[in-house]
């Protein structure tokens, strides 16, 4: 063999261990199952999206996509090579001699409102969104948001491809991941009905043009967040199957979402970015994902500078797009890409497949046609927080108030009775919004909404507003007076400092005598955050000891809880007589709390996550099996609030359970059907929640699984037919056999399980599950 030739069949072995490295690790680690790889043919392998081998597109009709896919090969067939690896970093740069101009993948981010200057509605957290139970509210709060990102679009050239939302790595399986706030609930069912609703809501329902590009992220188990650059999560086959990865599936089955964003994390050692079995395997031969993938930034050079997978930048940008990236957020694939092509680490006809994946994206979003092509160009620059999206992210925020507690019906209050009224607590005059937020030119505090419940006009912000400004102007000691009631503001300590003395004795005080006191708590990006985790689940610096002190002081207090994250209030919820609050609320925040406080709006939100009495409830924070007692499924003890839990001013009545068959057969479903009555005095919603217990067969399966729900509005006095169906291809109703590798149905019975929260079943039957 010739010295030329020993050389090229190094250079193959080496890039054919590029390709395949890990891959049977990852593959047997997830409990994949394939008879052989070969390296991906992307194009044909998107046209095997359904079981039946078709491509669905969602929105965007298939002649329409197929016309965007050629037009795209078309243009990446006339670059030279330079010219393409030119477009993979998240800055593509224009190529005047083709008249293709410069596009930016990471225009913003959208998580709850558009990253950008106001005017801009910035939305409640997801985490608090995910309270409301209510997809139909998602989609037109997203829709919202589409609006307002094509409006700016209008304005200043705004960018129209996003880097979220939505967030469904399942973090959310334990309260002190840092990032809690921006998923929308520990349950796989409910985060996937939400994101769905969320996707649709951004990327539009035009069958030619994407609206904008919604990012499902950080595909896949990045669920830590000070360690998430060099970690490598161990994840057994069912926590993979049975929840980890649902909400990513539901992304691309159902919502049809256009980007992916893989994580900076390891998988069972093979970083997931590299990773060939989760970004082309699954995501595009199994699930038919017809977008393109981005890496998260600058996961790329993380693997080889933090997980050391590799030894070379080059090395790790074959790898990358080899596995199915095709949008590096950094510049290791436009600086390293060339040097990979030179050491035949990777051939230039994957980088063709995996740039036609990209300018697919921007063809569909009218990238390079006339703005007026786009249906959307239609949307006024004036819906940029306009009082209609005021309007809305009020309604979103009541929507997900969860009434914790209310002995003796302390809430609502009753404005008219009062005359002195403590406003107290480090949340009271803040208007925080949470991570990823814009900067509204509105911010209503909780102080604010109290003080125009009385007609008080509140103290008007700087003439440069930023987010809390308006706390900053206020002084601890504040009074505010119409002459029939006297507001009285004390901070009584901050969010995680030591005491001060005088702020603290100073809030104590202004509690004696008065009506009611509401005093304000939760965490914020001070205590977790993006990059950084909790370690404890309690109120941070003095706040417990300031509630304590001023129910000492006055019987008459009220929790109200303004948080990123959940918390444990156990002495609070031994001894207030009323809690309420949760998640942040949004720029309108202030109305939407004082709206329920005051009884304007009946609360009907439910918890989306379980909150715990103590972390040493949980398991090991790097823990990844589902099994060892994480969320409602699996956890054994008693909670402080259950998943699914909130009260209202209303009191429900479910009845007259019906099912349509004894038994459930392969390929049958079965109806399911309550009557729900309003038996209170005011008009009031109810979730009504779905459950299901498999009994029987030999692994171990959750005490319970949410397969459906419903938010029901009625009038007092009201009653209503509820209806459910249940599909034998129900995934609850399966789980997956590590040595079949594939979901399986075990005969027995099932539990049917209807109720107001997963602690609170109202009606149950009893079904037999065929095989």
């Known amino acids: 063999m010739s010295e030329n030739a020993s050389n090229s069949s190094s250079n193959l072995s080496r890039r054919r261990f590029l390709t ?31 079981a039946d081998g078709s491509l669905d597109t969602g929105p965007i009709a298939m002649e329409s996509f197929d016309a965007a896919r050629k037009r795209a090969a078309g243009i990446v067939a006339r670059m030279t090579l330079a010219e393409k690896i030119s477009q993979f970093g998240n800055m593509a740069a224009a190529i005047p001699r083709l008249k293709l101009p410069p596009f930016n993948f990471y225009a913003s981010e959208a998580l709850h409102g558009l990253i950008h200057e106001g005017p801009i509605t910035s939305f409640p957290l997801p985490l608090a969104m995910g309270c409301s139970w209510n997809p139909a509210l ?46 929308y609930s520990e349950d796989p069912f409910l985060v996937s009905k939400l994101a769905v609703a969320t996707i649709r809501g951004i990327q539009g329902d035009d069958p030619h043009f994407l609206k904008s590009v919604a990012c499902a992220k950080h595909f896949i188990v990045n669920d830590t967040e000070d360690d998430r650059e060099e970690t490598s999560a161990s ?19 159902e919502g049809r979402v256009f980007t992916v964003m893989s994580s900076y994390n390891a998988m069972n050692g093979i970083p997931t970015t590299a990773n060939p079995f989760l970004l082309t395997e699954l995501l595009r031969n199994r699930w038919g994902f017809r977008g393109y993938v981005v890496s998260d930034c600058d996961a790329v050079g993380d693997i080889t500078h933090t997980h050391h997978f590799v030894p070379t930048d080059a090395e790790a940008a074959a790898l990358a797009v080899n596995a199915g990236c095709d949008i590096n957020c950094g510049n290791t694939l436009p600086r390293y890409l060339g040097e990979a092509v030179d050491k035949m680490l990777i051939s230039e006809e994957t980088i063709d497949h995996s740039l036609i994946r990209s300018l697919t994206g921007r063809i569909l979003l009218g990238d ?4 007026q092509a786009s249906p959307y160009h239609t949307i006024p620059i004036s819906c940029l927080e306009s009082q209609e999206h005021r309007d809305l992210c009020r309604e979103a925020g009541r929507q997900s108030v969860v009434l914790f507690k209310n002995e003796n019906n302390a809430l609502p209050l009753d404005a008219n009775s009062i005359t002195k009224l403590a406003v107290i607590g480090p949340m009271a005059a803040q208007c925080h919004l949470g991570n990823y937020s814009g900067k509204p030119e509105h911010l209503v505090s909780p ?18 507003t930023q987010k809390n400004s308006r706390a900053q102007k206020l002084m601890p000691g504040q009074t505010f007076t119409n002459g029939k009631v006297q507001v ?25 005598g008065a009506d009611a006191v509401l005093v304000f708590v939760g965490d914020d990006q001070s205590i977790d955050s993006e990059g950084r985790d909790r370690s404890f689940l309690h109120l941070p610096g003095v706040q417990h000891q300031l509630v304590q002190a001023l129910y000492a002081a006055n019987p008459k207090t009220i929790l109200v809880i303004s948080s990123n994250c959940p918390v444990t209030v156990n002495w609070e919820q031994d001894h207030l007589p009323a809690i309420v609050g949760g998640i942040f609320l949004g720029e309108e925040q202030g109305h939407a709390l004082a709206d329920v406080i005051f009884g304007a709006y009946n609360p009907g939100g439910k918890l989306d996550t379980t909150w715990y009495r103590h972390a040493s409830d949980l398991p090991d924070f790097e823990s990844y099996n589902i099994r060892y007692g994480r969320t409602y499924m699996y956890f054994q003890g008693v909670p402080l609030y259950p998943f699914g839990h909130g009260l209202s001013y209303a009191t429900f009545e479910y009845s007259d359970l019906k099912v349509s068959n004894s038994a459930l057969a392969p390929g049958g479903s079965l109806g399911v059907e309550i009557q729900l009555k309003n038996t209170g005095q005011r008009d009031g919603d109810e979730v009504v929640q779905f459950y299901v217990h498999v009994n029987g067969g030999t692994v171990q399966r959750p005490i319970q699984q949410l397969v459906g729900f419903e938010r029901v509005h009625l009038a007092a006095g009201a009653s209503k037919t509820v209806r459910f169906t249940l599909d034998h291809n129900e995934r609850a109703l399966s789980y997956w056999d590590e040595q079949r590798q594939e979901f399986v149905v075990d005969p027995g019975t099932v539990d049917l399980l209807l109720g107001s929260s997963s602690a609170d079943i109202r009606l149950h039957h009893a079904i037999k599950l065929e095989a």
């Open 138 to 183: 998602i989609h037109q709060v997203f829709t919202a948001v589409s609006d307002e990102i094509w409006a700016w679009h209008k304005k200043n050239g705004q960018g129209l491809a996003m880097f979220s939302p939505p967030t469904v790595n399942m973090g959310t399986r334990d309260p002190r991941w840092g990032r809690i706030g921006e998923n």
């Open 368 to 371: 390079l046609d006339p703005l």
């Open 20 to 50: 395949l490295a890990g891959y049977g690790a990852a593959m047997a680690a997830t409990g994949a199952h394939l008879a052989e790889y070969a390296e991906a043919e992307p194009l044909q392998a998107m046209a095997a999206a359904g």
């Open 235 to 253: 994840v057994d086959p069912r926590s993979f199957w049975e929840y980890y990865s649902r909400g990513f599936e539901a992304c691309v089955r």
């Open 488 to 512: 009285l503001y004390q901070p009584g300590c901050s969010v995680s400092e030591d005491m001060d003395t005088a702020l603290f004795d100073a809030a104590v005080n202004s509690a004696r």
């Open 447 to 464: 102080l604010d909404g109290i003080l125009e419940q009385f007609g008080i006009q509140p103290p008007a912000p700087p003439a440069t």
